[in-house]
């Protein structure tokens, strides 16, 4: 069974730039998260799908983050105007439970971001 | 709000002796689960162990163990006969109604 897939694994922008990121999760699992994982911390949430729909993204920063997840299966995440505290692992997970959040999750390798 | 506490930031233990990684975490739910993950250098998060909060009986799995303590919100890992594979970072994490949020970490490192 494949697994979760993430591009790119490594991504080097400038400041005030723009970049997108992609997750395809495990067939059949309708929960996606993204993560972000600056170094030396833990995950931290922020967006989880339901199918297409949103269910949490309280902690995104709307001002320069958006996300989407179109047909319920590929998600991207877009960061614009990048700052230079955006530098971290984004992290894409999937899982198979509902909105109780019963399951496990299936992390992709992550996308490095560096932004200079 | 939920929180997870992870309140050691690193830990180092022989090869083949057993270490305890520490983990509390705040909750209001009463249904919930509780999850260890290792995340090795520059690789995958895996899941190492997952704990019901409704079951008393504290989850094991081959050499990994919890000690899960309801009342004091605590929730522990032991590895017992470390192995140099182990050395990776432990990520404590709580689900709840819609919530998946993780802890710091414990970066665990086996002496050999």
């Known amino acids: 069974e494949a697994g979760v897939a993430q591009s790119p694994r490594y991504k080097i922008i400038e400041k005030r730039q723009s970049v997108a990121f992609w997750c395809n999760p495990i067939s059949g699992h309708a929960t996606l998260y993204w993560y972000q994982q600056i170094l030396g911390q833990g995950p931290k949430l922020l967006i989880q799908f339901q199918n297409n729909g949103v269910v949490d993204d309280s902690q995104l920063p709307k001002d320069r983050f958006s996300a989407e997840r179109l047909k319920g299966v590929d998600s991207t995440l877009k960061i614009q105007p990048a700052k230079l505290e955006d530098s971290a692992v984004y992290l894409c997970?999937?899982?198979?439970?509902?909105?109780?959040?019963?399951?496990?999750?299936?992390f992709g390798e992550g996308s490095r971001l560096t932004v200079l | 709000a939920q929180t997870v506490t992870q309140s050691q930031p690193e830990m180092s233990v022989q090869e083949a002796e057993t270490v305890t990684l520490s983990c509390t975490y705040d909750?209001?739910?009463?249904?919930?689960?509780l999850f260890w993950y290792k995340q090795p250098p520059s690789r995958q998060m895996i899941l190492v162990i997952r704990?019901?909060?409704?079951?008393?009986q504290n989850a094991t799995e081959n050499r990994f163990s919890v000690n899960f303590q309801k009342a004091a919100k605590s929730f522990s890992l032991k590895i017992s006969d470390s192995q140099l594979g182990d050395a990776a970072m432990y990520f404590c994490a709580f689900s709840g109604t819609y919530k998946y949020i993780f802890g710091t970490g414990t970066r665990l490192k086996v002496l050999a």
């Open positions: 704990q019901e909060a409704y079951k008393q």
């Open positions: 997970a999937s899982s198979l439970a509902g909105g109780t959040n019963t399951g496990e999750l299936f």
């Open positions: 909750t209001s739910e009463s249904d919930y689960y």
